[in-house]
């Protein structure tokens, strides 16, 4: 004969629902994370691209080394196109494992993708010049790089993106919810 329930105290239930709950937590923040990762990124490579435009070179603190001829940033632009991409096709590969959380990860990436947006765009002086304000701001080069990766527009089409990758997340796990229940 089993051991019962009430005896042992374990619930599966219970567990399960603590499991899940655990997966979100993580998941919010693995999220937060992944959008403060990819704007720095994209905004180390924007400082990179305004450098090459104006033909400065720049090292790795975002300081002028030396001078050069001004070219077409083709490199950086499409590094800066790779990440996003990067970024939205890992959630739509991971809406197909699992929707619901893929789908609150997505949303809490976009949020915070937004929100940074937001920050800067309220605390920044325009005109704006990504290699400007990182060589001549006290700021370090990691707040330079948020500041030019939160104010590139490949961050709030991605933003966008995931919105709408959210959104289909929520959709297919509402319809799918009602075949279950019929």
Known sequence: MGISRQRTGYDPEQHARSVSRRGATLGI????LVA???VVVVGFLDVR????ETGAVVGWDTEIQSLTDPAAPVLQRLMIAVACSLVAFAYAFWLKASAVLAG???LTT????????????ATTDFPYSAIATAVESPESPLVSWLRAGALSPAIQV???V????AMLAFAGSRSTAGRKSQ
Do not use: D, M, P, R
């Open 29 to 32: 923040l693995l999220s937060i």
């Open 36 to 38: 403060l990762l990819c």
């Open 49 to 52: 691209a305004e450098a090459v």
């Open 104 to 106: 609150i990860s997505a």
């Open 110 to 121: 976009a949020v915070t993708l937004c929100a940074l947006s937001g920050w800067f765009y």
């Open 158 to 160: 991605l933003a966008g």
């Open 162 to 165: 995931l919105l709408a990758l």
